[in-house]
């Protein structure tokens, strides 16, 4: 497969509903937070994590198709055996340390890694722990994701009639267990993606990231919700994934300008709004994705640009 020739830019809105997108571990799995304007945040990390996901569901184990970073993987088990498929001694811990001074055989290392796994592939790895394979940038990198409203987190409490133990069952008292749970009633996120035919350029030592794996890309953006259901991430779904694709590989526009094209507002009573100015009116907190009307700018786009619905 070859490496892809063109450069991407991406908007992606996803909303939840009654759930937690992205707990934050310093605060109590509370909803992230932008403490200064009450949007909600969702990491780049939590995205990439649904992504692998999809992936690791739809091609599982097939080749070129592995996820580096699985849940309970060992990493240095996984470059040892990048090191014995490029035909390496590695029993000695020593040598496994440092990279090949031959950088045929270093860049070896890095390739292999680049093939058989589909997340080192897109989003890049370093891969310098005790068993180094170095280290490569990714093609696909994501921003955070940014609620276009202010978001007001619920606390709710929820209670669990089973005991725990024998002891607990037989006490006379009240067994049930009490617990807490963070929610956000309603949000619509959106977030930017890039995507650098430049670091997928496997002659320019990039991942190889090729029409192929950006067509699973596009699967995973489109599904990972429909595979990610929980009860502590109520109800998510992908709303819109509007694409900008460049004729050339370094892009025939700016990104941020491209993005501007792509505009959310909000409606109330037949009436639209921009989400930062309500112009005297004070409509009720958004609750669903039809409070909201998203408006794409196609006319005049830059030479070279090609706009794209993927949703």
């Not at 994701?145 to 007001?152: D, G, N, Q, T």
């Not at 370094?250 to 959310?264: C, E, I, M, Q, S």
Request: some cysteine.
């Amino acid at each position: 497969m070859t490496a892809i020739r063109n450069r991407y830019d991406f908007v992606y809105l996803f909303d939840v509903t009654n759930g937690n997108p992205n707990g934050d571990p310093d605060a109590g799995n509370l909803p992230r937070l932008d403490p200064e304007t009450n949007q909600g945040l969702v990491s780049d990390v939590c995205l990439k994590r649904k992504i692998r996901n999809l992936v690791a569901l739809d091609k599982g184990d097939k080749d070129g198709h592995e996820i580096y970073m699985a849940e309970r993987a060992i990493l240095n088990n996984q470059h040892k055996r990048a090191w014995k498929a490029v035909g390496i001694d590695t029993s000695k811990v020593e040598t496994l340390k440092k990279l090949p001074k031959d950088e045929d055989k270093a860049r070896e290392l890095t390739a292999w890694m680049c093939r058989n796994f589909y997340d080192i592939r897109t989003f890049g790895a370093v891969m310098t722990t005790g068993v180094n394979c170095g280290q490569v940038r990714g093609p696909v990198q994501f921003a955070f994701a940014r609620s276009v409203e202010p978001i007001l987190p619920l606390e709710i409490s929820i209670t669990r009639m089973a005991a725990t133990t024998e002891k607990d069952a037989e006490s006379k008292g009240d067994i049930r267990t009490m617990g807490r749970k963070y929610i956000v009633p309603y949000g619509l996120y959106r977030t930017h993606g890039y995507v650098s035919a430049k670091l997928a350029d496997d002659s320019r030592k990039g991942t190889g990231f090729s029409e192929d794996d950006l067509n699973l890309l596009w699967t995973a953006l489109i599904q990972m919700f429909e595979h990610d259901r929980s009860a502590a991430r109520g109800e998510m779904a992908a709303r819109r994934l509007i694409v900008f694709k460049h004729e050339s590989a370094l892009g025939n526009a700016p990104a941020h300008k491209l993005f501007d094209r792509v505009t959310v507002t909000r409606v109330f009573e037949g009436k639209e709004y921009d989400t930062g100015e309500r112009r005297g009116h004070n409509p009720p907190p958004a609750r669903s994705y039809g409070d909201y009307a998203v408006h794409v700018n196609r006319s005049d786009l830059p030479g070279g640009v090609e706009l794209i619905d993927k949703i």
